[in-house]
């Protein structure tokens, strides 16, 4: 009579019936039967990952894609905190002449404040008189050109036109274009009015238009040798005005143009007791 044993092993039964084969062996060959299955369960994981994976790669930008910080970063708040912005370097001023044709300027008259330390009178900015009845007025600096307009000039009754550009760097640079200076009769004030009419048609810029240094913008009609471009610095154009000295913002070159024409007005003015400064004070 033969006796059957059976062994129970979990996760597989295994009935041994007088085999030859040890149950160590059977399970090692149960086993052995059901690797495969399990590699390839493995493979077909890793496969499904990997195709998930590369889905949402494909399908992730970089506004949603966010690296982990390292451990030597802070991360980051909630709300950054606010930061003024700065310019790097601010636009430096830089000034040229106000008339196309120097050969035509004969004299020009300085800025000198109130209490120059030779005496000279009080000016504000600086002057270009020129001979000749018609000149080119250029920009003298880079910048937004704001208005123009025909003024009568108090007390003497005399014409003449006004206009304004502020520089990029936020200096206020401004014209009168005289036809003459000083006091004058009827019949001269009258043509002055027709020349500053003449001019203000003449402008080739509107109000609101880029400028930039050296362009021309409208020309100087003259009646004598004291007509001239009157310029003038203010440092904004708010209250109180407060007057720059041209000449500090112009090359050493165009300094050289104005000083024999300098010392001509001082020497016509003065009979030679003055020797001004580009810049007195």
Not at 106 to 121: K, L, M, R, V
Not at 125 to 143: C, M
Not at 154 to 170: C, E, H, K, T, Y
Not at 199 to 213: I, K, N, P, S
């Amino acid at each position: 009579m033969r006796r059957c044993l059976t062994l129970l092993v979990v996760p597989l039964a295994l009935t041994a019936c007088g085999s030859t084969d040890s149950p160590a062996d059977a399970v090692t060959a149960t086993r052995a039967e059901q690797q495969p299955e399990a590699e390839d369960s493995a493979e077909d994981s890793a496969e499904t990952l990997d195709s998930e994976t590369a889905a949402d790669n494909d399908e992730a930008t970089p506004a949603d894609t966010a690296e982990a910080p390292t451990e030597a970063e802070e991360p980051a708040s909630a709300e950054p905190e606010p930061t003024e912005t700065q310019p790097d370097d601010p636009v430096p001023l830089i000034v040229t002449h106000p008339i196309a044709e120097l050969d035509a300027m004969w004299a020009s008259q300085p800025f000198a404040t109130h209490d120059n330390g030779i005496g000279i009178q009080f000016h504000n900015g600086v002057d270009y008189f020129v001979t000749e009845p018609q000149v080119t007025v250029l920009s003298a600096i880079s910048g937004t050109f704001q208005d123009a307009k025909v003024m009568e000039r108090q007390p003497d009754g005399a014409f003449q036109v006004n206009l304004m550009i502020i520089a990029d760097s936020g200096q206020v640079v401004s014209y009168s274009l005289e036809p003459s200076a000083g006091p004058a009769d009827e019949a001269k004030i009258a043509e002055q009015a027709i020349l500053s009419q003449q001019m203000l048609d003449a402008m080739t810029v509107e109000r609101g238009e880029r400028v930039e240094m050296g362009q021309p913008i409208g020309i100087l009609l003259g009646q004598d040798e004291w007509a001239h471009v009157h310029m003038t610095v203010k440092q904004s154009n708010s209250q109180p005005e407060i007057w720059l000295c041209p000449m500090e913002y112009m090359s050493p070159d165009e300094l050289n143009d104005l000083a024999e024409p300098t010392q001509v007005w001082a020497d016509r003015l003065y009979q030679g007791a003055k020797t001004p400064e580009f810049c007195n004070t």
